[in-house]
Nanobody, 129 residues
Framework: QLQLVESGGGLVQPGGSLRLSCAAS????????IGWFRQAPGKEREGVSC????????YYADSVKGRFTIPRDTAKNTVYLQMNSLKPEDTAVYYC??????????????????????WGQGTQVTVSS
């Protein structure tokens, strides 16, 4: 079955860290651009961070620059979202998406409602004391 599965969400205190995983089954993530998106209750979906399939170029939303990174692990067929210095406003359901054709990479992050090839089911991140 071809699918993306996110994991790693949970409850964390402000200033803490979490690492989300986006794992693919049935296809190879290296051939896809990957985006992490989030949606908080009552808010629009937003692109958080994206990584290209070709040269590994990345894009980060201004709200997460310097705090989040998006590393790939080819051997594990997984892309991560490393989140540091978390803030309450980072609370949301986080989704990953994969697309074979999208370019340049910033387009993926600034257009979160496009129909990408694959979407995961989401994982909840709650930042609260």
């Amino acid at each position: 079955q071809l699918q993306l599965v996110e994991s790693g969400g949970g409850l964390v205190q402000p200033g803490g860290s979490l690492r989300l995983s986006c794992a693919a089954s049935g296809f190879t993530l290296d051939y896809y651009a990957i985006g992490w998106f989030r949606q908080a209750p009552g808010k629009e979906r937003e692109g958080v961070s994206c990584i290209s399939r070709s040269d590994g170029s990345t894009y980060y939303a201004d709200s997460v620059k310097g705090r989040f990174t998006i590393p790939r692990d080819t051997a594990k067929n997984t892309v991560y979202l490393q989140m540091n210095s978390l803030k309450p406003e980072d609370t949301a359901v986080y989704y990953c998406a994969a697309d074979r054709l999208i370019t340049p990479i910033q387009v993926m992050c600034i257009m979160p409602y496009l129909t990408y090839n694959y979407w995961g089911q989401g994982t909840q991140v709650t930042v609260s004391s």
